[in-house]
């Protein structure tokens, strides 16, 4: 079996990410308001356990976003098999569903809603370049590698 592409890219969350994760999702836990990020609760593929994950929540014109800048990791293995999240906000808890974009369609992601979404916020632009490691210049070079899932509210 050929290896994907995704394989062979070998995307890699970097140190700082990985650190800085679990102070995150502990501020996240006690509710303390930090920009986009969310807690987002998706049950494993494989053990069934409710697993929480500190996500970047992107909401565009009533549409709400997650991507993953550094490819296939867990939380995107599992929300592809659940298709289903909680996303933990403050006070509130909200069902979704998430639908998967496709290739052209995470071109359209990163060329039409977070280009511009990065560009209004002040270093925006900068931070998912040096945080997230993506150019959002050529969204069609960085579609390929990183997944989006769009979230749909479960009424």
Same mark, same amino acid.
């Given at each position: 079996?050929? #290896?994907?592409?995704?394989?062979? +890219?070998?995307? %890699? $969350? !970097? *140190?700082?990410?990985?650190?800085?994760? #679990?102070?995150?999702?502990?501020? +996240?836990?006690? %509710? $303390? !308001? *930090?920009?986009?990020?969310?807690?987002?609760?998706?049950?494993?593929?494989?053990?069934?356990?409710?697993?929480?994950?500190?996500?970047?929540?992107?909401?565009?014109?009533?549409?709400?976003?997650?991507?993953?800048?550094?490819?296939?990791?867990?939380?995107?293995?599992?929300?592809?098999?659940?298709?289903?999240?909680?996303?933990?906000?403050?006070?509130?808890?909200?069902?979704?569903?998430?639908?998967?974009?496709?290739?052209?369609?995470?071109?359209?992601?990163?060329?039409?809603?977070?280009?511009?979404?990065?560009?209004?916020?002040?270093?925006?632009?900068?931070?998912?370049?040096?945080?997230?490691?993506?150019?959002?210049?050529?969204?069609?070079?960085?579609?390929?590698?990183?997944?989006?899932?769009?979230?749909?509210?479960?009424?």
């Amino acid at each position: 079996m050929q #290896p994907s592409r995704m394989d062979t +890219l070998n995307l %890699r $969350v !970097p *140190l700082t990410v990985r650190l800085f994760g #679990p102070i995150l999702k502990f501020l +996240l836990e006690a %509710r $303390v !308001p *930090l920009g986009p990020n969310r807690l987002v609760v998706i049950r494993g593929r494989k053990s069934g356990v409710l697993r929480r994950t500190p996500i970047a929540v992107l909401r565009v014109d009533g549409r709400r976003f997650v991507w993953a800048p550094w490819g296939e990791v867990n939380w995107v293995r599992n929300l592809r098999a659940a298709r289903r999240a909680t996303i933990i906000e403050r006070n509130s808890q909200d069902e979704v569903m998430a639908t998967e974009l496709d290739a052209p369609q995470r071109v359209e992601f990163f060329r039409d809603i977070l280009a511009p979404n990065a560009r209004r916020i002040p270093c925006g632009f900068l931070f998912v370049r040096l945080i997230d490691g993506v150019d959002l210049n050529h969204p069609e070079e960085i579609a390929p590698d990183r997944r989006v899932f769009e979230l749909h509210p479960i009424h």
